[in-house]
C-alpha cells in the first residue's frame, strides 16, 4: 500500500508530455504534486529545474522528488548535486526497487524519450512503495551523506 505523500516534481522540454502524465497520475492516486516546471514544451535548460526539485526534498519540502528528461541521465546529475539527495535513474522495475531497497534514493529519474507512459507508472507506483531495507546500506547511506557534507 501507497500513503499518500508530498512529491515535488520538474522536467526540461524533452521530459515535459511524461512529467505531465506522471503528475496526473500522481494526483489521481491522491498525492500532491509540486511541479516545479518546465511549463511547456520549448527548450529549456534541466539543472535548475532538477536542482529546486531536489532541494525540495532536502529541505523537507516533500517527501521525495521525480525529474524527467530525455533520456533521465542529466537530470539525475543535477538532482544529485543537491547535499542529501540520492536520485536514482531507474527505466525498469528492479532498478526502482533496488534503489529504494539498498540506495535508500529519494529522488527518482526517468527518460521520457526511453520508456512508455505504462512502464512510468509502474516504475513510480514500484518506487513509491518500497520501503528503505537499512542494516548494513545504512551504513552506505550515511558515507554518502558524509561526502555530500549532508550528515
Known amino acids: 500500500m501507497i500513503w499518500l505523500m508530498h512529491?515535488?516534481?520538474?522536467?526540461?522540454?524533452?521530459g515535459f508530455d511524461l512529467k505531465q502524465h506522471i503528475a496526473e497520475y500522481l494526483r489521481s492516486e491522491?498525492?500532491?504534486?509540486?511541479?516545479?516546471?518546465?511549463?511547456?514544451?520549448e527548450s529549456c535548460d534541466?539543472?535548475?529545474?532538477?536542482?529546486?526539485?531536489?532541494?525540495?526534498?532536502?529541505d523537507?519540502?516533500?517527501?521525495?522528488?521525480?525529474?524527467?528528461?530525455?533520456?533521465?541521465?542529466?537530470?539525475?546529475?543535477?538532482?544529485?548535486?543537491?547535499?542529501g539527495i540520492r536520485a536514482a535513474l531507474c527505466h525498469?522495475?528492479?532498478m526502482a526497487r533496488m534503489s529504494r531497497l539498498h540506495n535508500d534514493a529519494n529522488v527518482l529519474s526517468m527518460g521520457g524519450r526511453v520508456i512508455t507512459t505504462f512502464m512510468a507508472e509502474e516504475i513510480v507506483d514500484?518506487?513509491?512503495?518500497?520501503?528503505?531495507e537499512g542494516g548494513r546500506h545504512q551504513?552506505?547511506?550515511?558515507?554518502?551523506?558524509?561526502i555530500d557534507g549532508s550528515l
Open 60 to 83: 523537507d519540502e516533500a517527501d521525495r522528488g521525480i525529474v524527467i528528461g530525455g533520456s533521465g541521465q542529466g537530470e539525475q546529475i543535477a538532482a544529485n548535486k543537491v547535499p
Open 139 to 146: 551504513r552506505r547511506i550515511d558515507q554518502l551523506a558524509q
Open 92 to 94: 525498469d522495475l528492479w
Open 126 to 132: 514500484l518506487w513509491l512503495r518500497t520501503e528503505f
Open 46 to 58: 534541466y539543472p535548475p529545474i532538477c536542482a529546486a526539485v531536489g532541494k525540495a526534498v532536502a
Open 30 to 41: 491522491g498525492h500532491k504534486v509540486a511541479d516545479f516546471g518546465t511549463d511547456g514544451p
Open 7 to 14: 512529491i515535488a516534481i520538474g522536467s526540461d522540454h524533452a
